[in-house]
């Protein structure tokens, strides 16, 4: 009776230290968490960090989400849990300094009135239901106002980057201002065959986000001192004037980004459906003056980063060695601009290299692979067929630099000045430069597929251009907070061994369809030999029938090998996902239990 009474009073106790532990778990632990994802998805990064941390004054946040109508579809709440928890991270980091409001706007409902008066698009479910809002808009004390329409499902991986910018422009209004001298349409132009205005480049719609841009004229005497970094993309014939004003900018302390290009096809000519003959641009005086070059009239190929390209209906694909689609590896991971990047493409790229005995530093942040070579220039204006480059390459077993940043000391490309301006600046004890041998690199067509979602523009990004473009000018306009948290890497992770299990099992596949058309081919022209009669009422032989009984045996006995490989496929993976379950069911609970018997067996030897 005393063991039955202890042994009560032992589970009440442990039942009371049981609720007591959940109860002060869900009063003072109920904002952590526990973040076990290899890249750290679920929890706010340093940059992050850095820019609540540097908030002077309060920030409004509201959050709007129809829980209510959304409470069918499971892939948007789940979206949507995730995006209240980091929002209740931010406003825990942020120590006092971010007010976080969760809405939900009911139809018809104040609330949905003040969703659309800040700009937030409300979904349709279906025609004439319900609108669904899942948006954020961010106020500051001076009455700004920063928004997010939508979360898109397909841009988790950019949230935390969306959510901290949205707080840094509320935080610091007055943006850098970023001078755009440009001799390619990306403000838009006219589509002479659609006969209809061309939207921006994204680029520079992206790039608007973040930054004020002016407009410079390609004429430019001198850049304005507003302007803290220069954004130069394919300089032709520039006038002195125009260079003599790059070099003083940059001697001052000017921050340039310069994109040049020894064979620019995004370069359609000055007038509407005009062909350009020289597609070429550079800056060879500046360069000079900065220990660099551009190597002329060559464009790198490389059979490793070859991309495939599509050379019409009805035509296979094939590699084009000039098209090159540039890897991680191949990228600078211990640069900001570059680091945490995946790809980046290039089409008709130029070659850049260092001067001997330049003062100042050339630091590559895009490489080709070792499987390179140089091509004339002039090759690729009658190009009809890129596999013929693929067989003309001689890789010299070099790395070719792409792209490079250039910093240190430097003198002016003009030591006498101009005419009319000779009191300019000689030198400099340190520039900050990044150039790109590649225009093409920036035109929608090499990285971003632009999709019309209910009269807005949602980019696709399927290569990192647009984040190179953006990580470059954040760096050099000194906002390095946020790069950090661009440059985290990408949300999905693939099933890696499913999917080596899918191809393999693919291969096979196709192995044995081609096999079969082959057979089928072949008996077909057999029965085709045999039938040969002006007679249509001939009946067939033996030997007809025979054949045709093989034909319909080989068919039957190869369909069902392919059924075989299916199910070996399917076999496979079910396989794979049980040894899983066994080791999360099963052996992982069992091995803490003999970690517990081991630690209680332990312990009674000692006392004994």
């Given amino acids: ?56 004054e309060p920030i409004n946040l509201y959050f709007f989400y129809s829980d209510k109508v959304a409470k069918n579809l499971p892939a948007l709440r789940t979206y949507a849990q995730r995006v209240e928890e980091m929002l209740k991270a931010y406003q825990a980091q942020a120590g006092g300094k971010i007010r976080l409001h969760i809405i939900d706007p009911e139809p018809f409902s104040e609330d949905e009135d003040k969703a659309a008066q800040y700009g937030l698009q409300g979904i349709p479910l279906q025609q004439g239901g319900d609108s669904i809002y899942f948006g954020l808009a961010g106020t500051n004390g001076l009455d700004d106002t920063q928004v997010i329409p939508f979360f898109a499902l397909d841009q988790e991986e950019h949230l935390e980057y969306e959510l901290s910018r949205l707080v840094q422009t509320l935080a610091k209004p007055e943006l850098p201002v ?15 065959m659609a006969r209809q205005p061309t939207p921006p480049w994204m680029v520079l719609e992206q790039v608007r986000q973040l930054f004020q841009i002016e407009q410079l004229k390609s004429d430019v005497d001198q850049i304005p001192e507003s302007v803290s970094v220069l954004w130069l993309v394919h300089p032709k014939s520039l006038p002195e004037q125009t260079l003599y004003a790059i070099d003083q900018f940059v001697l001052r302390g000017g921050k340039l980004m310069v994109f040049v290009d020894p064979y620019a096809e995004a370069d359609t000519g000055d007038m509407p459906g005009e062909v350009a003959v020289d597609r070429a641009s550079n800056i060879e005086p500046l360069f000079k003056a900065w220990g660099l070059r551009m190597v002329p009239d060559k464009v790198l190929g490389d059979g490793s980063y070859a991309m495939s390209v599509n050379r019409g209906q009805g035509q296979r694909p094939v590699r084009h060695a000039a098209w090159l689609s540039l890897p991680r590896k191949a990228l600078d991971q211990t640069d900001i601009a570059t680091a945490g990047l995946e790809s980046v493409t290039v089409a008709t790229a130029g070659i850049l290299e260092p001067l001997e005995g330049a003062k100042t530093r050339f630091t590559p942040l895009m490489q080709s692979s070792e499987y390179a070579m140089p091509f004339d220039a002039q090759r690729f204006a009658m190009l009809s067929n890129p596999e013929e480059l693929i067989r003309e390459l001689e890789p010299t077993g070099e790395r070719y630099t792409i792209a490079v940043r250039i910093d240190g000391p430097a003198q002016s490309a003009f030591p006498d000045g101009i005419e009319g301006r000779k009191d300019g600046l000689k030198q400099a004890d340190k520039i900050n430069v990044i150039a790109v041998a590649d225009t093409d690199i920036l035109s ?9 979602f209910f009269g807005q523009r949602m980019p696709q990004p399927w290569a990192d251009n647009g984040s190179f473009t953006i990580n470059a000018l954040d760096n050099l306009t000194g906002s390095e907070a946020l790069i950090s948290v661009r440059s985290r890497g990408r949300f999905s992770r693939p099933f890696v061994v499913v999917e080596e299990l899918q191809r393999a099992a693919e291969q096979r596949f196709r192995d044995k369809e081609q096999a079969l058309q082959a057979r089928l081919a072949e008996t077909e022209q057999q029965l085709a030999a045999l039938q040969q009669s002006d007679d249509p009422n001939l009946e067939l032989t033996p030997e007809q029938q025979g054949a045709l009984q093989r034909f319909i045996q080989q068919k039957l006995e190869i369909r069902k090998e392919l059924r075989e490989v299916r199910y070996q496929l399917n076999a496979d993976i079910e396989a794979l996902g049980r040894t899983l379950k ?17 630690l209680w067996l332990w312990r009674r030897r000692r006392r004994a």
Avoid: C, H
Wanted: hydrophobic fraction near 55%.
């Fill in 444 to 452: 929608d067509r090499m990285w971003v597929q632009v999709q019309d």
């Fill in 582 to 598: 066994i080791i999360n069911i099963a052996l992982v609970p069992a091995l803490l239990t003999l970690g517990v018997l081991a």
């Fill in 178 to 192: 970023v001078g755009v001298l440009s001799g390619l349409p990306m403000t838009g132009g006219f589509d002479m």
């Fill in 1 to 56: 009776m005393k063991k039955l009474i202890y042994s009560g009073a032992g589970l009440l106790l442990i039942a009371v230290a049981f609720l007591a532990f959940n109860l002060l778990a869900g009063l003072g632990l109920g904002g952590a968490r526990l973040d076990l994802t290899e890249q750290k998805l679920y929890t706010i990064s340093d940059g992050t960090k850095q820019i609540l941390a540097e908030l002077d």
